[in-house]
């Protein structure tokens, strides 16, 4: 599958039938459910680009992944780049795909000289979590919710 150069450019709206496979396969695998609705109005954010902002990584015109990030301020250094979601599609999982597009997004932290550049996954994501060990370091640090109930 891999015939032609990966190219790595910011989400357009002329993706959306492109990304929304990737999207609801990323959704899919964390067993969260999205509504329509949801999808529009996600996809309609990372194409604006003001607060989060998507890419994507093309190869012979197909999207094959697709990453949301986004800065955010922290308390005691300059703003950090957070990679909220990334997803490969399946059949092209082990090209490289998914550290490109963190290596993008490093680029793009440190063209920002932001103070990090993180992420986190899920403890069962071995597949994930192999190339993660491979181009970042784990801090040993966990995530804790508080269930916000929407009424």
Do not use: C
Not at 53 to 68: E, K, N, P, V
Not at 70 to 94: C, I, K, M, N
Not at 107 to 116: D, Q
């Amino acid at each position: 599958m891999s015939a032609g150069k990966l190219e790595i450019s910011p989400l357009v709206a002329a993706d959306r039938a492109g990304w929304e496979p990737l999207a609801r396969g990323y959704k899919a695998f964390y067993k969260t459910a999205q509504t329509d609705a949801e999808y529009d109005a996600t996809f309609a954010r990372l194409v604006e680009g003001t607060t989060i902002w998507g890419l994507a990584a093309r190869r012979d015109g197909r999207i094959l992944g697709i990453a949301h990030a986004y800065f955010h301020p922290t308390a005691w250094s300059t703003d950090a780049l957070y990679l909220q979601d990334l997803y490969v599609d399946e059949a092209a999982r082990g090209q490289g795909i998914a550290a490109a597009l963190i290596e993008v997004l490093a680029a793009k932290a440190r063209a920002a000289k932001a103070s990090r550049f993180h992420w986190t996954t899920h403890h069962e994501n071995a597949r994930a979590r192999a190339l993660y060990d491979r181009v970042a370091q784990w801090r040993g640090f966990l995530r804790y919710d508080v269930a916000l109930d929407q009424a």
